[in-house]
């Protein structure tokens, strides 16, 4: 958003403001301040003009303006009615130099996920990709696909839904005594200076796993990375989350915030997630603890298949930068990347 926008948001959120005030914190002439104030009134903002100052009195559920009112976190915010492909507009940002964008799509038309499927993407959903520069090597990026698989967990626990990881980056809601068998990836080949590691997201691998997985699937997260040997140049991290979408609406193995508890407001929720990264992001040392709390992976008995081969054990631990350690019987085996499979018991697992 630009630096006017963001003042006049950030001075309504804080409360009553007035029409002097709100020019001088703006640089702008008190005519330019009405402008502004019915820009917001055409985006759907109720604003009123009290007798000490402006008020807003309501906010869209959604909309670019209406994620930036009040997000405690400093972000830009690209709002789309319709866009083919969220991860793919942020790289487009990327390639221009932008940093600290999140791109936020009501419905998307070619969404991707793991190996590259495209999947469904419908309004109700938060379809989204955040644009970040951290000043990182290469190796430290699958903490940031961890921090936001935390964030997105956060999110939808305080929204009522009981919600865990599958590692490294899946946020499901586990089937109580039962076992899962499903997929998830983390694919750290390098391509181009691009990493791809990704994880499917939320539906679009419903059609590869059985019905009977022991997990519904809330969100997957899509992240890539361009940078060189020393650095990452860029990161975007594309979490495709099931929000107020109709159990009726999901392939099987899916589900949504609204079906797990209830409809919720959207540009909150965003907020939320947006806030949560943010934090992490702010302390990586805090990414794998938060991230141990959460999993549903850990303590199971797991099948990985890996580009090597397949390993199969007890999922002990997660270690930097997100390696999954595997108990087996040659011992403890450490997976950077791979289908992670829960066996149910009928499979050996417990």
């Known amino acids: 958003m630009s630096d006017t926008r963001r003042t006049l ?25 009405w402008k502004h104030v019915e820009a917001l009134r055409d985006e759907g903002f109720g604003v009123e003009s009290a007798g000490d ?55 998307q038309t070619a969404s991707r996920g793991r190996k590259n499927r495209e999947w469904s993407a419908p309004d109700g959903g938060v379809w989204m990709s955040l644009l970040v520069r951290p000043d990182e090597p290469p190796a430290y990026a699958p903490l940031y696909t961890l921090a936001m698989a935390v964030a997105v967990c956060d999110a939808a ?19 109580a005594n039962d076992n899962s ?96 990264f943010d934090e992490l992001r702010d302390d990586l040392d805090t990414v794998l603890p938060a991230w141990r709390e959460r999993a549903d992976t850990l303590g199971r008995r797991v099948r990985v298949h890996t580009a090597s081969g397949v390993v199969e054990g007890d999922a002990i631990d997660v270690e930097h930068p997100g390696t999954l350690v595997v108990r087996t019987n040659e011992g403890d085996t450490r997976v950077h990347a791979g289908d992670c499979e829960h066996l149910r018991p009928a499979d050996g697992g417990r």
């Open 181 to 276: 068998s499903g997929a998830s990836a983390s694919d750290g080949a390098i391509v181009n200076e691009v990493i791809d590691n990704s994880s499917d997201s939320a539906e679009s691998d419903v059609a590869d796993t059985p019905d009977n997985r022991g997990y519904r699937k809330l969100c997957g997260i899509l992240t890539e990375m361009e940078g060189e040997a020393d650095r990452v140049s860029w990161l975007v991290i594309g979490p495709g989350i099931n929000v107020n979408l109709d159990p009726a609406d999901l392939p099987e193995g899916a589900t949504s915030v609204a079906a797990e508890a209830a409809p919720i407001e959207r540009r909150a929720f965003v907020q939320r997630v947006l806030e949560r």
């Open 157 to 175: 626990r305080e929204a009522g839904v009981d919600a865990k990881i599958k590692w490294p980056n899946d946020v499901i809601v586990s089937e």
């Open 9 to 33: 948001l950030d001075a309504l959120a804080a409360g009553p403001v007035s029409g002097p005030d709100l020019a001088d914190r703006l640089g702008v002439s008190r005519a330019a301040v």
């Open 53 to 107: 100052g402006y008020v807003v009195t309501d906010v869209p559920e959604y909309g670019g303006p209406a994620i930036e009112y009040g997000l405690d976190a400093d972000y830009d915010v690209e709002f789309h009615e319709t866009l083919d492909s969220s991860n793919d507009r942020a790289r487009d940002l990327a390639a221009e130099g932008a940093s600290d964008v999140v791109v936020v799509a009501r419905q």
